[in-house]
T-cell receptor, first 117, second 110 residues
Framework: EAGVAQSPRYKIIEKRQSVAFWCNPISGHATLYWYQQILGQGPKLLIQFQNNGVVDDSQLPKDRFSAERLKGVDSTLKIQPAKLEDSAVYLC???????????????FGPGTRLTVL | QKEVEQNSGPLSVPEGAIASLNCTYS??????FFWYRQYSGKSPELIMFIYSNGDKEDGRFTAQLNKASQYVSLLIRDSQPSDSATYLC??????????FGAGTRLFVKA
């Protein structure tokens, strides 16, 4: 079974530029998550989709970040314009079950390391 | 108080010893508890999860949950240098949101 795919793996941009990340979850997984992980910290949830609906985006900086999940499968996360503090690893995860299920176990992709200069 | 707290470490143990990693959480309605291992420069990978009080064993790993004390731990028996990594505790709280701790760095000395 293929895992969660993400691209690109690395991205270097200058502040005020825009960037987009792509995620393809494990086939059949209902729930998709985008996390931001800053060095030395645990992953912080940015947005959670259930099929193609948003379940939680309370920690997404909506003035600069946007995300969508097309047809309940692939997802893109965009930052526009980027700030220095956006330098982090952006992780995509997916899970088979809906988030109300206690067995909802998340599987992570390899991540995209973003550096903002 | 942080929602999920872990000692950042580093925790250093000799090869072959038992490593004990601890995690406390604040939401009494939390229902599921996960341990992930994250090697430097890699993404988190699931080790195991637990949702009932008591112990759950999987190979060299044992997760322990005490909901009354709001405490979950991970024991690694016969620790190997390849176990050196950051261990993330994740808690699915009463609002169905999964919160990650900052992780504990484990170093196993050969």
């Amino acid at each position: 079974e293929a895992g969660v795919a993400q691209s690109p793996r690395y991205k270097i941009i200058e502040k005020r530029q825009s960037v987009a990340f792509w995620c393809n979850p494990i086939s059949g997984h209902a729930t998709l998550y985008w996390y931001q992980q800053i060095l030395g910290q645990g992953p912080k949830l940015l947005i959670q989709f259930q099929n193609n609906g948003v379940v939680d985006d309370s920690q997404l900086p909506k003035d600069r970040f946007s995300a969508e999940r097309l047809k309940g499968v692939d997802s893109t996360l965009k930052i526009q314009p980027a700030k220095l503090e956006d330098s982090a690893v952006y992780l995509c995860a997916s899970s088979l079950y809906l988030s109300q299920n206690k067995l909802d176990t998340q599987y992570f992709g390899p991540g995209t390391r973003l550096t903002v200069l | 108080q942080k929602e999920v707290e872990q000692n950042s470490g580093p925790l250093s143990v000799p090869e072959g010893a038992i490593a004990s990693l601890n995690c406390t959480y604040s939401d009494r309605g939390s229902q599921s508890f996960f341990w992930y291992r994250q090697y430097s420069g890699k993404s988190p990978e699931l080790i195991m999860f637990i949702y009932s009080n008591g112990d759950k064993e999987d190979g060299r790993f044992t997760a322990q949950l005490n909901k009354a004390s709001q405490y979950v731990s991970l024991l690694i028996r016969d620790s190997q240098p390849s176990d050196s990594a950051t261990y993330l505790c994740a808690v699915k709280n009463g609002g169905f949101k999964t919160i990650f701790g900052a992780g504990t760095r484990l170093f196993v000395k050969a």
